[in-house]
């Protein structure tokens, strides 16, 4: 295996301080700024994805604020401003948030970690992605704050080529994001394939590895696809070429295979790298090696691969022709057996072991409650007769944040709870911890399952004024979005109060058994004096708990085939 | 027609918490096969997290307890795991796409009626001329439902029917549905408890708004309904129903309302023309003579359209003889054409 050796540009104004680590190890705007260094850009990363969060949380609560009332609460939201504000909440969450949310940034931090490495193999065009998701952040907001736009964020032909509101400035936001997003994808692809220790075959990788690998297969080989949507769509609404829109002789439906082309495997992007967190998760507060490794691990690339296959499950009612939908519908149960083999294997991993009820692993049962109801309710989905009757529903929302926010955000949050300690090398308080846990899981059932009920009982989405019998439906959500803000806000500020008050974390709190342990906490700015010992990520047997340290260490008598003399 | 009668299990649960009524004969297949994997559905949940819970109560850390060996994977055990699931999604699957595909094959006998979709308006058009902008429907018949888009995507949406389909400009798409219980009895809407009928695709600003309601009645009653709405000449004001007739008649086609002297249309505007002068060219003759926009001359233009010709125009205009146009409707029309204003 070829070895590419990363830039090791130094950063500017770095001390070579022993005592130093990344974050110290450097001052001023500027050093963070123009920083190569993969954790800086972590957490740079995740700085802006909170705060995009905090923006789709805040529109989110607003809409569901509107729908107290059948003909909406507040008399300044009229049914133009509704649409743009539902609008922008989806394409705040889905480009700007969720989709860079754990690889760019946990995956950003923890990844070369995971390899034993210095940094990711190209460690500019990481910073290039970070920039090309703030400008594309940017273009977003300009679209924000002018015309407004009102398509929602599936730009829908021809109501996207008719409609008044800066469309080109919002599809050219998503078109950088894009950019951004296939530049974290190509650089972790090539960190995986040429950058791993001797020692670490495919096949002794962390699960979180292969997650993130599958990930990046995804958004360098759907992305593009988004992009030429887009440029075809700017075209369209510029120069008028026909393509899209029925007056001219184009067909607006090509449209929505172009989308969900992307789109579709776009939602794997979204879940798989929060399967990865749950795969980590799940084995080390078990302290029992990852059940079924390899049906997990090919899962993901199955999902990968499959998820190609499946987009026009969200056209079951479009025009396509019964046999496509059919074909489809048979694709898209196929690729719901390896979600439901990793949900089996983790529950599995639980067997027989020891297992730490600490905040992190409240999440992953969590993760396992929520992530279960959104894939099951995707069966119903699947199916031709009963989607007919529940596609553009409140069910299809309330699915889609079962799985993308009970999962995917819920996973985020709990690996951001378990890597927290690495990442700025304390420990947040492990009581309040569980307290937002508890507060995010009720306030989340409370939002999204009555809108299962009024789903099948014929609540359309995108419906800013609606009939007064699904009333109760909307209040309980929304009293249980408040819930939910309130838990995420608390959630967040355990761990941020924890940056000022919080004891300092050893290099292993959690007895993990991936490479990211072995170094400090938070880790120096290269990461590693020597290199590290390749063991199996999930061998618990040599960890054991240390008081003096307040975590765990590895026994040198106990370890096996460890030659680690260093 | 092939029923999912194997499926059919309702339960008060699911019928009165999850589903408004059953009122097509789809609704039972549809709710059959929502209950079906929905018990699926619970049995695997509740196995889930069943397990889930037992294992982090019994294996929890606590002083004494720690991890015991167990085998990191099982064969046997992963692959019934995975064939299981995928032999009863195979069942699910099966049961779903028979059921959508007597959703899409309307019978060749169904009652069709034209639904246009519009910002943010339903209207829909019955085989006897009728034209209505609710939903009136005749129980236990089947009825076609022949969609069309003049602008963007909407979706046509009948939650009790159980029914959904986009409306595509520049396209037809259809679909179908045997009512099976009526909203109410009498012609008049009164009394009438009708089913809602959605937008379902986004389609812009009201599309919240572009609701209708839908009406099933007696095939008897519907038939005296029809009947009636179409005979519209004697239930609107004149102006109103000459402006259903222009549109119907096919005198936009070639007569613009908006003052659009374009080629596009044969015939000149007819829009604030009422009791102003023009040229035309009588029969025979070449020279022009002037004549004013009149109940008379409207009515020659209808009858013997060749009698004079407006100066730049060619003839061309259809002959609408009283088969093709009553008395009647002509005085309708001509109260259209007075309250035509110009346009500027
Ligand atoms: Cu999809
Ligand atoms: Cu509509």
Redesign the pocket.
């Known amino acids: 295996m070829a070895t590419i050796t990363p830039d090791t540009q130094i950063d500017i104004g770095h001390n070579d301080d022993p005592n130093s680590n990344y974050l110290t190890s450097s001052r001023g705007f500027l050093s963070w700024a123009l920083t190569l260094d993969h954790k800086r850009i972590g957490v740079m990363y995740l700085v802006g994805i909170f705060g995009a969060f905090f923006l789709g949380g805040v529109l989110a609560l607003l809409l569901r604020l509107q729908l107290l009332m059948p003909e909406g609460t507040f008399s300044f939201i009229s049914l133009d401003r509704y649409n743009q504000l539902f609008t922008l909440h989806g394409a705040v969450m889905t480009f700007l948030f969720i989709i860079p949310s754990v690889p760019a940034a946990l995956g950003n931090f923890v990844l070369p970690l995971m390899v034993g490495a210095k940094d990711v193999a190209f460690p500019r065009m990481n910073l290039a992605s970070f920039y090309l998701w703030v400008f594309g952040a940017i273009f977003f907001l300009i679209a924000l704050v002018t015309t407004q736009l009102d398509t929602g964020w599936t730009f829908y032909t021809p109501y996207s080529i008719e409609t008044q509101t800066n469309v080109i400035a919002a599809t050219c936001g998503a078109f950088i994001l894009g950019f951004s997003s296939i530049f974290t994808g190509l650089n972790f692809i090539v960190t995986v394939n040429t950058m791993r220790p001797p020692g670490m075959t495919w096949f002794k990788m962390p699960l979180f590895m292969w997650a993130i690998y599958a990930t990046a297969i995804i958004q360098v080989l759907a992305t593009p696809v988004l992009g030429i949507t887009l440029l075809l769509l700017t075209a369209e609404r510029v120069l008028h070429i026909g393509i899209f829109d029925p007056s001219m002789g184009g067909d607006p439906v090509l449209f929505q295979h172009f989308f969900?082309f992307y789109?579709?495997p776009a939602?794997y992007i979204m879940i798989l790298p929060g399967m990865g967190i749950m795969s980590e998760l799940m084995s080390v507060y078990s302290r029992k090696p990852i059940f079924g490794y390899t049906f997990i691990a090919y899962s993901s690339i199955a999902i990968a691969l499959l998820g190609f296959l499946?987009?026009g499950?969200?056209m079951f009612v479009s025009g396509q022709s019964p046999m496509s939908a059919v074909i489809f519908s048979g694709l898209?149960f196929s690729v719901s057996i390896p979600s439901a083999i990793k949900v089996f294997n983790w529950v599995a991993t639980m067997y027989k072991g020891n297992i730490n009820l600490a905040t992190p692993m409240c999440y992953a049962l969590s993760f396992i409650f929520l992530f279960s109801i959104g894939g099951l309710t995707g069966l119903f989905l699947g199916a031709l007769a009963t989607d007919i009757h529940l596609h553009d529903t409140y069910f299809v929302v309330a699915h889609f944040h079962y799985v993308m926010m009970g999962g995917t955000v819920i996973a985020f949050v709990g690996g951001l709870y378990h890597w927290w300690p690495k990442m700025f090398g304390v420990m947040y308080n492990e009581f309040w911890g569980r307290v937002f846990c508890a507060v995010v899981f009720i306030g989340f059932n409370l939002t999204f399952f009555p809108q299962f009920i009024m789903g099948s009982q014929g609540m359309p989405r995108r419906y800013a004024t609606y009939a007064p019998e699904f009333q109760l439906y909307h209040d309980l959500s929304t009293i249980g979005a408040l819930t939910l803000g309130i838990g995420m806000v608390g959630a967040i500020a355990v761990l941020v109060i924890s940056l000022f008050n919080g004891r300092k974390a050893p290099a292993n709190p959690w007895g993990a058994a991936t490479l990211e342990w072995t170094c400090t906490s938070p880790p120096p700015y290269y990461n590693f004096e020597h290199a590290p010992h390749v063991g199996s990520p999930y061998d618990y047997t040599g960890l054991k708990y240390d008081p003096q340290v307040g975590g765990y260490v590895r026994d040198p008598n106990a370890a096996p085939a460890s030659e680690s003399g260093h | 027609m092939a029923h999912i009668t194997g499926l059919d299990m309702h339960s008060i649960l699911a019928d009165t918490l999850f589903f408004p009524p059953e009122r097509s004969t789809f609704a039972g297949d549809v709710d059959g096969l929502f209950n079906f994997i929905y018990y699926l559905c619970l049995f695997f949940f509740v196995l889930i997290i069943a397990a889930m819970t037992y294992f982090a109560i019994k294996y929890c850390a606590r002083p004494g307890h720690s991890e015991k060996p167990s085998p990191s994977h099982n064969e046997s055990l992963e692959i019934t795991w995975s064939v299981i699931p995928s032999i009863l999604v195979g069942v699910i699957f099966f049961y779903g796409f028979t059921g959508y595909l007597n959703m899409r094959e309307a019978p060749e006998d169904a009652y069709e009626i034209q639904v246009y979709a519009k910002k943010w308006q339903w209207s829909f058009k019955y085989p006897n001329g009728a034209e209505t902008t609710e939903l009136h429907l005749p129980a236990g018949k089947p009825v076609k439902f022949l969609e069309q888009s003049a602008d963007v995507l909407h979706s046509f949406y009948i939650p009790a029917f159980r029914i959904k389909m986009d409306c595509v400009p520049g396209r037809y798409t259809s679909t179908w549905a045997i009512p099976n219980a009526t909203t109410g009895s009498g012609i008049s809407i009164d009394g009438h408890q009708p089913y809602h009928l959605f937008c379902a695709e986004y389609c812009g600003q009201q599309h919240s708004q572009m609701r209708a309601l839908v009406y099933v009645h007696e095939p008897a009653e519907f038939e005296a309904w029809a009947e009636k709405e179409a005979n519209f000449l004697e239930t609107k004001p004149p102006a109103e129903a000459g402006a259903i007739l222009f549109q119907r008649k096919g005198c936009v086609q070639c007569h613009s309302v908006t003052g659009d002297r374009s080629t596009k249309y044969l015939g000149p505007p007819l829009n604030g023309q009422w009791g102003t002068e023009r040229d035309v060219i009588p029969r025979g003759s070449s020279t022009p003579e002037k004549v004013m926009m009149d109940e008379n001359y409207v009515r020659e233009s209808i009858r013997q359209p060749m009698a004079k010709i407006v100066q730049g125009r060619k003839p061309g205009m259809t002959v609408f003889t009283p088969s093709l146009l009553n008395d009647k409707q002509i005085t309708a029309i001509i109260a259209y054409l007075k309250s035509l204003k110009d346009e500027k």
């Open positions: 969900w789109s579709h939602v499946v987009w499950h969200h898209t």
